[in-house]
């Protein structure tokens, strides 16, 4: 038979399984981008439903975006981190001790621009101090993460005291919350974020290095300057979660930052990233997946279910959504290409 | 013993569709018992696919299979190898992480269950008698796997292979990977095999073999049957033709004798490494292709890795003369403008899950920008030209480059190089795999390199390449040179033969 004849038949009937027609979407270059969208838009649908249109009352938007800016800050950076092919699960503890030292030179000092300047100062330094214990001593990060997690929480508990929690002024606290700060300083890092994320050396390589260490090595790239990058990037954004955590409620006690690792990590999957790092990353899938994930918190809690359920909740979607991330490898051969 | 001259499988009308590519497109063919059936074509041609169809690894899109006269539909690898069909795979068959007995009798542990647990000593003894029934001997099936090379892996593939006794052999580009005594070792399966009125199918890239290995050779082109040919009618130039579509000439080598520059661009001096070299001096001069050959452990391959700052150079050192600068790592390499292609592909030259685009991009971020900041329409128009001078077959270039086939992962390697436009480039097995037609793409760019005064080392376990290639040729013996030749004066391969065992 002719070969061009028969190539033009074959092309009217596809013919192909299900299992490949999900592979084919799947790999599919917009799905990534298109995905964390329609997952907001079903949970969003899925509660005004369920509420009979409460989720809109402003004041459960309001909670939904102050519980969104945080995990989205976190979510931002730790996406550097994420695709450089690393994971760190202490920003939650990070958070709480540079909230913790942020409100003391407030209360000492009564300025607002320490504040803000002491709170991401120290959460740079923590992160910095994450990065070089694993780049120094090879340990992996989330070992060292592990470690850290509860030095930062002795020396929180031991800053904040017999009583749990400290507060600052309210004036302070809601002058900062409605005068734009929060909205401010969230797009001025984002922005950044994304112009190192997609348009700078630095960021293109920490992606590829978490893609194929060895292929990047050969291309010239260099692992640790990539990884305290991604540790500083981060850095910077825990420190500014760290002050919108603080003037959400005026205070910051032991319990500040603890959950956020979880949420944030969800927040990441959701938003259509990879956790295993590479070239499926994007710079707004921590913003995104932040909107979901505090939409579902907010939305399962009005509609009843317990607290200890929504873990579990969260959980199962986390589950989900990284079996559907990963890539794994069969162990029989097999040929799977698209 | 089996008759021979009987239907064994026959393939009717199949199709295969990977999303809008056509993989092949309504196949049909016989294989025979006591035969050897060549499959052939270029890469893309749809080889792999159909063989792999036949041995389980994946379904057919549409049409039918009939195996020992009864309809054949393997649900997996599994089924395949009950029913008596074996493959061995071009890509890493093994798993890294366990032992050699461990891997031949993968997912076949229960006949050496004792309880809940497994009867080691017995399953390694019985690893021991597959790997002699092939006449290997060398291998310890008690070792992880990871401990061999390559070529050691695949041998342990062929002997998990060969165990189960089957019927039907399928051996996918495997011997481009091996030393000659690897693959006189698959050359006896083979012949055995057919002898005792088996079937063996085998595909592979080098034209020679296939002429003088198989009975029947099935050309392939754009996932359609192009011919069959028999033993008798075999001619290469008809094949290779028929195989691309148009004519090819009979060589594709350069042809030219010119020399190369006095100026030493690129120096070894006195280098030891961990493994292979003890105090070994090179030398690279401009606008020359340099090179080396020699079975494949002795000491090329590091003398690759050690000239780029991979491998560890204990002692001595390799210098770019005219900075002085000393290369101790990959980085320093690369910002001094040499580039590296790697033999291991898919593991060290690729970004597997990344782009074409972001492949090709990823030797550009210093040459792109626009201040701190990346340019996307400079970087767009340096991966564009790549892939368009290249002829990448693809979608687009945002599709991931493990989706391509092995040639045009290739083309993106070198596509990534080219773009670099790097003053020195080491080569190691370039053409490892690719057909024809992208060999002699590749040939020509290493020559339009040569023009454009760059320096490149070609290490190569193909002699036919380098001795058509390289202005100086070095053949090495346990890793040393043990000869030097230079273009101008000719020489034949049974004289580097001699020199390289």
Redesign the interface.
Known sequence: ?N?DT??K???Q?????LK?RIE?IR?N?YFLMVFPFVMLALIILVFSIATQGNFFRPSVLKGVFSQAIIIGTCATGVAFIYSNGNLDISIGAVLGMAATLGVLTYNATQSALLFVLVSMGSALVLMTFNCTMSVIFHIKTITVAIVVIQIYGAITTLFIGGAGKIEIPYEISASMEDGGFRYIAFFIYFAFCV?IY????VG??LR?LG??A?????????DSKATYISFLMTGLGVGLAAIFSVIDVSAVSVETGSGLGMDVMLATVLGGMSIFG???SNAYAGLLGALTVAALNKGLLMVGVSSAFIQAIRGLVFLALVYLNS?RQS?????V?? | MPEKGKVLVEVKDI?K???????L??VDFVVKTGEIRGLIGENGSGK??VS?IIAG???P??GEMFYQGKPWSPK???EAQDAGIG?I?Q?A?T?ANISVAENIF??NYKKFKKGPAIDKKAMIAEAREALKKIGVTDINPALPTRMYDMQERKIIEIAKCIYNDPDLLIIDETTTALSQNGRDVIYKIMHDMADAGKAVMIISHDLNEMMAQCDTLTVL????I?DNIKKADFDADDIKQKMVGREIKGHYYREDTDGYGDEVVLKADCITTMHSLLCFDLELHKQEILGIGGLSDCGMHTVGRAL?G?AQVLDGQVLITKSGTVIKN??V???NSIG?V?KNRD?????????IY?NI???G??KN?VG???S?RKEKAYVDKQVKALMIKCQNA???VR?LSGGNKQKVVFG?WCADDADILILDCPTRGVDIGVKAAMYQLIYDMKKQGKSIIMISEELPELMGMSDRLLIMRDGEVSGEFFRKDGYDDRTLIEYMI
């Open positions: 038979m070969a028969s190539i038949k074959n092309e009937g596809l013919n192909l399984s490949e084919i790999s270059r112009v997609h348009y700078t050396k293109r390589e590829f893609g194929n060895n292929c990047a090595r050969q291309t010239g790239m260099s590479g070239a499926r890539e162990l029989l051969p097999s040929r290409q698209f | 199709c569709n990977f999303g809008v590519t056509i993989a497109s309504h792999s696919t792999s690894l994946q379904p899109s549409s997996d690898v599994l493959m795979v890509e068959g798993i993968l997912g082109r754009d996932g359609v192009i780029y991979l990959a980085q390499a690369f910002r590296y790697s593991t060290e030259s690729l970004e597997l899950n990344a782009s972001n991009a990823s030797t971020y210093d920008n701190p900041f990346i996307p945002y599709q991931p989706a990534k």
